[in-house]
């Protein structure tokens, strides 16, 4: 029987793994992409003069607990084991992050034991039971005098707001350590494509069922009646945003060329308010088997997304939520689409989750089809 066919609009991440999936499972799949490459946000390409392999929308590190997620990347390229390590510039000095025992004894000057830090950091917090905001949350994990040295300054500079106004969910996504053990995750899996991110996709996106369209928007006026659409663009975009305007911010980048090693690591953040941008990534660190004499260099600075930039990071605090509400009640009003993916559901995913969903939806979409049902607007719901 003839499969039917399937549009994706967006070729990163979600949609390709989504391309893949139903491929493979013998649908005929038309993917678009505005841009003319693929990988979406993760898009990683060398740099001519230095040879350095650049991650041109910020850093992107994979790290998951989810060993299909895991498995099913490494059928496309190789991995090679990469423990990120981040360190921030505050007042002049330098401290690892995320908070370990090394930041809190380098920060108070002294010399405490796992123990002895956990008692004293317990009489700097707050006793807040639940916190909502990300002030709370930081005040009752690491008390104020680390929340306004290391979170406040570099928060306010990264979202456009105030710790106060931000959810609690934001800081979460960062332990804090009574140990010296510095790896930014803590998931069992940590791990850079070899190549980069660009070949994995691409070779997801090679499948004689896959006809890739680059450099082609696409709208849903153009997807044939009979064809299931995957949408992995910004939600407000599909409906061009007639219920208003989904914040995100977006990202500017400076980059430079320097010789030998310029900061000793691949991510300095910057948390004084004083200093412009957040951070500062040095390229070729996420590659420590390759050698390269010179160096790449991005300073990222961020702001409000504004008609025209590339949305990376959803705001979701209570004005962007109502907005949500509407689109969601309008995308549950539609028949033949389904949202997927960081802009697709608005929300602040990271690359395994994007694999994880767009596996699940690939799931779903074949059960639908052979129960002869139309496959939900969301399968992961963004509120
Ligand atoms: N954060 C901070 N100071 C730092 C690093 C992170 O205040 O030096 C806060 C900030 O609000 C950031 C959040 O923690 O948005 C999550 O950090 P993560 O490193 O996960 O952000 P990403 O790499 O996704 O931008």
């Keep these: 029987m003839k499969k039917r066919p399937v549009w994706i609009a967006g070729a990163g991440l979600s949609g390709a793994v989504i391309a893949r999936q139903l491929a493979e499972a013998g649908h005929p799949v038309e993917v678009f992409d505005s841009r003319d490459h693929v990988a979406g946000n993760c898009y990683t390409e060398r740099d001519a003069e230095t040879g350095v392999l650049v991650h041109h929308y910020g850093p992107h590190i994979f790290h998951t607990n989810d060993m299909e997620v895991w498995d099913y990347l490494r059928r496309f390229g190789t991995f090679r084991e990469y423990a990120h390590r981040v360190w921030t510039t505050v007042g002049g000095r330098v ?45 009752s994990m690491i008390g104020r005098d680390l929340y306004e040295a290391f979170f406040r300054g570099y928060t306010e500079k990264q979202w456009g707001r105030s710790p106060r106004e931000l959810p609690a969910s934001i800081l979460k996504r960062l332990p804090v350590r009574f140990s010296y053990e510095g790896s930014y995750f803590a998931h069992s899996v940590q791990a850079m494509p070899e190549d980069g991110y660009t070949p994995i996709v691409s070779a997801m996106l090679d499948h004689p069922g896959i006809r890739l369209h680059l450099s082609t928007p696409l709208s849903r006026a153009e997807v044939p009646k009979d064809a299931h659409l995957f949408w992995s663009g910004p939600l407000d975009a599909y409906f061009g945003h007639v219920h208003g305007d989904l914040g995100y911010r977006t990202l500017d980048f400076e980059h430079e060329i320097h010789p030998g090693d310029f900061q000793g690591c691949p991510v300095m953040n910057y948390g004084d308010p004083e200093v412009p941008f957040t951070r500062i990534t040095e390229h070729k ?99």
């Design 285 to 383: 660190h996420f590659m420590p088997w390759e050698d390269h004499d010179k160096s790449v260099v991005t300073r990222e600075y961020s702001r409000a997304c504004e008609n025209g930039d590339i949305p990376y990071y959803p705001i979701r605090l209570v004005a962007e939520k109502d907005v949500l509400r509407r689109y969601v009640q309008a995308a549950e009003g539609c028949d033949g689409v389904t949202f997927v993916g960081r802009l697709g559901t608005y929300r602040y995913l990271d690359m395994d989750v994007c694999v994880r969903e767009a596996l699940d939806c690939a799931r779903a979409f074949l059960n639908a089809e052979a129960s002869g049902v139309s496959l939900p607007p969301f399968v992961a719901a963004p509120l």
């Design 95 to 139: 401290y690892p992050l995320p908070i370990s025992l090394a930041t809190i004894n380098q920060f108070y000057g002294r010399s405490l034991r796992p123990a002895e830090a956990r008692d004293f950091i317990a009489e700097r917090a707050d006793p807040i039971a639940a916190p909502e905001t990300f002030e709370e949350q930081a005040l």
